[in-house]
């Protein structure tokens, strides 16, 4: 960072982390075992129901999953019209959106470089705003929803999605329980970003103290069957679980890896594992002026 002709050495922007870790798995964002995010994509854009003409923002875009599910409904609008922002802090999520975008063919679909919590958008700008498992991640989340309400215009729309707080488990558990045994950090399900909103009371506060109004929370399941261990493994590599392994050494993760993947694998029936995925859907709106 520089002020003026100087430069400031040891400063990091609080977001940098989240952004290293997030272009570390991009490229295996969009991999199968991964689906309950199109999954939940498609449900979000069913229930946003954009309606032709409407510009629309998608905070934390990741690979474009929502922005391609609203862009794809906004084409299919026989109005036509309307046109979908995608901001994402990952330079590299950015590169995979905008292939997707190209691969789908749509013309409505921008995509910017830009902090969730510092949106450089003016005031009452936008008719929709939508952000998927992407709110957790921000340190101060009411002063991010008050940012997103201040791009939104009187009566605007805004949709979000958590993991509900019994997500990804016994996997999770099992996860935590031989992370620590191989030497790495000690953490407990319960200490997941996503655990700051995994309830629709703790959504509903968040929102309200944000200055939102008409707060309605849903949660569905959009889980599936893994077919094979390595599918979980899929999962921790190429999501924030991953942030967790940073700390083991190379052998300590073949390790981990190896003892992990055997629990997994004695877990399954028949040939296949549940992969819990409860989803929590919350909108609400700007107040009408």
């Known amino acids: 960072m520089t002020e003026g002709s100087q430069t ?26 991964l689906r309950f995010f199109p999954f939940t994509a498609d449900r979000l854009a069913q229930r946003l129901a954009p309606r032709p003409g409407e510009k629309i923002l998608d905070v934390a875009t990741g690979t474009g999953a929502v922005a391609v599910a609203v862009g794809q409904r906004l084409s299919g609008n026989r109005d036509g019209g309307g046109r979908i922002m995608a901001v994402d802090i990952s330079e590299r999520m950015l590169d995979r959106a905008y292939a997707n975008v190209r691969r789908m063919a749509l013309h409505n679909v921008d995509l910017h470089p830009m902090d969730a919590a510092a949106l450089e958008f003016r005031d ?17 989340m009411a002063a991010a929803l008050r940012e ?17 707080s019994e997500a990804f488990q016994p996997l ?12 790495g950090p000690s953490i407990r399900p319960e200490d997941f970003a996503w655990q700051r909103l995994a309830t629709a009371e703790a959504a509903t506060a968040l929102l309200a103290e944000a200055g939102f109004e008409q707060i309605e929370c849903v949660t569905e399941q959009l889980g599936y069957h ?48 549940w992969l819990n995925v409860p989803v929590l859907f919350v909108s609400a709106r700007v107040a009408e002026t």
């Open 226 to 273: 893994l077919q094979a261990a390595q599918e979980w493994w899929e999962i921790v590599w190429n999501t924030g679980y991953r942030g967790h392994l940073a700390t083991l050494d190379a052998a300590a993760l073949a390790r981990f890896e190896q003892q992990h993947l055997e629990r997994i694998g004695a877990a399954f029936e028949d040939g296949k594992l």
């Open 8 to 33: 400031v050495t040891g400063y990091e922007e609080p977001q940098a982390p989240v952004a290293r870790l997030f272009d570390q798995v991009a490229d295996g964002y969009d991999r199968a075992a």
């Open 172 to 183: 999770a558990g099992w996860f935590c329980e031989q992370l620590q045994a191989c030497g």
């Open 148 to 164: 997103w309400r201040r791009v939104l215009r009187p009566g605007g729309r805004l949709l979000l999605t958590s993991f509900g």
């Open 124 to 140: 009452s700008y936008f008719d929709a705003l939508t952000c998927s498992f992407g709110l957790f991640f921000l340190p101060d």
